[in-house]
Nanobody, 122 residues
């Protein structure tokens, strides 16, 4: 069973950048497809981006396209989310998630991290 720990969240002004990291342990990282999700206050959790086992295939929600980049370093058991041109509406708790299998999903994940807060001020 894989454990996931996110880091890199914080407070940033609109237009700024953050890079989130998700460190995985307890499993063979390359066995898992990965995703980033977020949940804003009063809203349902939504997918932000996903990536297959090798990093060769990615998915982005419309809100993330052109601004966010998902990547992974299997040798370091780490998932990343580079977020640029941040907007106040990006404010949320960001979660990384892993699913057994090499293909990503937009909703079906087996393991979740505890989340990291991202706050974008206007």
């Amino acid at each position: 069973q894989v454990q996931l720990v996110e880091s890199g969240g914080g407070l940033v002004q609109a237009g700024g950048s953050l890079r989130l990291s998700c460190a995985a342990s307890g499993g063979t990282f390359s066995r898992y497809a990965m995703g980033w999700f977020r949940q804003a206050p009063g809203k349902e959790r939504e997918i932000v981006a996903a990536i297959n086992w090798s990093g060769g295939s990615t998915y982005y929600a419309d809100a993330a396209k052109g601004r966010f980049t998902i990547s992974r370093a299997n040798a370091r058991n780490t998932l990343y989310l580079q977020m640029n041109s941040l907007k106040p509406e990006d404010t949320a708790v960001y979660y990384c998630a892993a699913r057994d299998g090499i293909r990503y999903s937009t909703s079906d994940y087996d393991y979740w991290g505890q989340g990291t807060q991202v706050t974008v001020s206007s």
